[in-house]
């Protein structure tokens, strides 16, 4: 049973609208430019020289990034599936992106008025006190939550129906739990392949550059993967494992060294290959 595998986790996360629609400008503009009022949308950035509300954009996509790359797809309400071994890993850390959030919407809110007045200064006549929302309301503007919920199993059709449609409904339900495992391990197949598929390209292309992330993120999906290999796929692991070795190559020899470079090249398009046989199993 899936259930005794993994839970759903759901992340939301709202955040302080960048741009607001200028109906005046928009109007004025259409008239000048002899154009139907409808074809013309003039937009403005509201507040464009925050350097907080950068930074809380800049967090929410980088909590939005991990919430993806350590959950596995659901196919409902915007859940995301999380298995039991990787539970701990993912919430310790989503726990410490969420002080830090917090954090970054309290020096929002403290820093507001002061960003409303040089917005002001900014759009000159086309400030409008109305685009900007009262501070009491930032913390229903700007939020992060997390939800995790347990994952239903065909004990828990519980509904009064006939024998036959129960038996119906809870095959329907294994049938569904089958697929959900044959998309998640598609899901890691694909995320394996573009990785390995931009290092390989990036290695065997002359006078290419490349920083130390290119073997890093190799050895950051075997790692990750130890946690959401949820069907124990083993040619998956074993082929993370030798594509991630790479990552104990000096990034100055492989940077400088043809050789080097060259062998790690052959060694990604090898696992590329295999790569690439495999993936016909998920074509439909």
């Known amino acids: 049973m899936l259930n005794q595998y993994a839970v759903k986790s759901r992340l939301k996360i709202g955040m302080f609208r960048r741009t607001a629609l200028d109906k005046k400008q928009s109007s004025d503009l259409a008239r000048v430019k002899n154009a ?16 907080t509300l950068k930074s809380l954009r800049q967090m929410a996509n980088k909590i939005r990034a991990f919430h993806y790359d350590n959950t596995l797809p659901w196919d409902d309400g915007g859940y995301r599936m999380l298995p ?6 993912y919430d310790k850390e989503m726990q410490g992106y969420m002080r830090q959030f917090e954090t970054l919407r309290a020096a929002f809110k403290k820093e507001y008025a002061a960003d409303i007045v040089l917005a002001q200064k900014n759009l000159g006549t086309m400030f409008d006190q109305d685009d900007y929302p009262d501070v009491s309301t930032i913390d229903a503007l700007v939020y992060l939550t997390l939800k995790y919920d347990p994952i239903a199993n065909d004990a828990d059709f519980r509904v009064t129906l006939p024998t036959e449609k ?27 392949s573009e990785i390995v598929t931009h290092a390989n390209e990036r290695l065997s292309k002359d006078g290419a550059k490349f920083h130390y992330t290119l073997p ?3 050895a950051d ?8 290999n949820i069907t124990d796929d083993q040619l998956l692991s074993n082929l993370a494992a030798d594509a991630a070795k790479i990552a104990d190559v000096p990034l100055d020899q492989l940077r400088k060294d043809s050789d080097v470079r060259a062998k790690a090249a052959k060694e990604q398009a090898v696992v590329l290959e295999k790569i690439q046989d495999k993936m016909k199993d998920f074509v439909q």
């Open 221 to 228: 999906f075997k790692d990750v993967l130890s946690g959401l």
């Open 216 to 218: 890093q993120s190799l």
């Open 36 to 51: 139907d009022e409808t074809m013309v949308k003039v937009s403005k950035v509201l507040l464009g020289e925050s350097a």
């Open 84 to 89: 039991n071994d990787h539970y701990t890993a």
């Open 166 to 192: 129960m038996d119906e409904l809870r095959a329907d339900w294994r049938t569904r739990e089958k697929q959900i495992l044959v998309d998640a391990n598609k899901h890691l197949w694909e995320r394996f």
